[in-house]
């Protein structure tokens, strides 16, 4: 499966025209469509919607196409309606104009003194008539699913650069864990020796009441312990099981993102162990290398589903 990432974004566009009576000799304005689905990373799935109210209606069978297709992410909906009625004055119909005529006789009838309709009334009514009859059941559902569908695979594109990069610093960190392995003996030898050496220049100075093979013995002690406390083997090691795990994760793919970043907080928990067992510039300077890398990969995860 593939890896997706949270971000993306997907439009879609619809223009129609609506079919008139035989009466009229004029189509209908077109109108036009649009619909946008923006998307930004999230720990959970965040839904939220901006339409018309024209489009209210159409929010639960929205709301149920995205649940079944995306798992995580802040996801924003927006939808317009757009009509050349907005900028041209439309012809009002024969059966507006009748019914516009029979309801000003009708309150007449009750309020002689009620101002009459205006031309300019009959044209506002005109172009409410033809934005108010469009019906865009046929087309939202349709027309999200392209845009849902554009979405998925901008998110997939990314979040094929996102494994790529993380694939990259996987092996960065390798070379590193690699670099970090024989330093240990090299730092555990130097350190015995330097503990010895302290040891001998002690015992000359002494009076020589403590004896040689007790000295000895003492400095072996210390020092084994000092091999004990910067000793980095076992960190090495859980550090590259979870580099294997987070590959054999980014290869399987699908919804990974929380698992990755549990993954990366000990990653993070495993370099900084190292940073403070180490006896050695070389060592320290692995662990800030390895904790840079690691905080990069953290601000990639956290944009994976």
Same mark, same amino acid.
């Given at each position: ?5 949270? =971000? ?25 469509? +649009? ?28 709301? $149920?196409?995205?649940? !079944? @297709? ?48 205006? /031309? ?38 990314? !979040? ?9 610093? *996987? !092996?960065?960190?390798? =070379? ?15 350190? @015995? ?14 009076? +020589? ?43 399987? !793919? +699908? ?26 510039? $070389?060592? =320290?300077? *692995?662990? /800030? ?17």
């Amino acid at each position: 499966m593939p890896v997706y990432s949270m =971000t993306g974004y997907a439009s879609a566009q619809h223009s129609t025209a609506k079919s008139v009576s035989d009466t009229e000799s004029k189509s209908a304005p077109a109108s036009h469509l +649009g619909l946008e689905i923006r998307s930004v990373n999230s720990r959970f799935l965040d839904l939220s919607f901006r339409l018309p109210e024209e489009l209210r209606q159409f929010e639960p069978a929205l709301r $149920e196409l995205l649940v !079944g @297709r995306l798992k995580r992410g802040k996801v924003e909906v927006r939808a317009a309606i757009e009509s050349n009625t907005q900028n041209t004055v439309q012809d009002p119909s024969t059966r507006l104009l009748q019914r516009l005529n029979a309801v000003q006789d009708n309150v007449k009838a009750w309020l002689p003194n009620a101002a009459p309709l205006s /031309v300019a009334d009959v044209i506002r009514l005109a172009a409410n008539e033809q934005t108010s009859t469009q019906d865009w059941r046929e087309e939202i559902l349709p027309l999200a699913e392209t845009a849902l569908k554009e979405l998925l695979s901008a998110r997939q594109r990314e !979040g094929a650069r996102l494994a790529s990069m993380l694939t990259e610093h *996987i !092996g960065q960190l390798r =070379t590193l864990a690699a670099q970090a392995v024989p330093l240990v003996p090299q730092l555990v030898a130097q350190q @015995r020796q330097r503990f010895l050496d302290r040891w001998k220049e002690a015992m000359d100075l002494s009076d +020589g009441a403590t004896l040689p093979e007790a000295a000895q013995d003492r400095a072996l002690t210390e020092a084994t312990a000092f091999a004990i406390r910067i000793d980095v083997a076992e960190e090495i090691t859980r550090l590259n099981s979870h580099l294997d795990e987070l590959e054999r994760l980014i290869k399987k !793919g +699908g919804e990974l993102g929380k698992r990755l970043d549990f993954l990366i907080q000990e990653l993070h928990r495993e370099a900084n162990t190292m940073g403070s067992k180490s006896a050695a510039l $070389e060592l =320290t300077h *692995i662990s /800030v290398d390895m904790k840079v890398l690691i905080e990069q990969m953290r601000e990639q995860v956290q944009n994976i589903e």
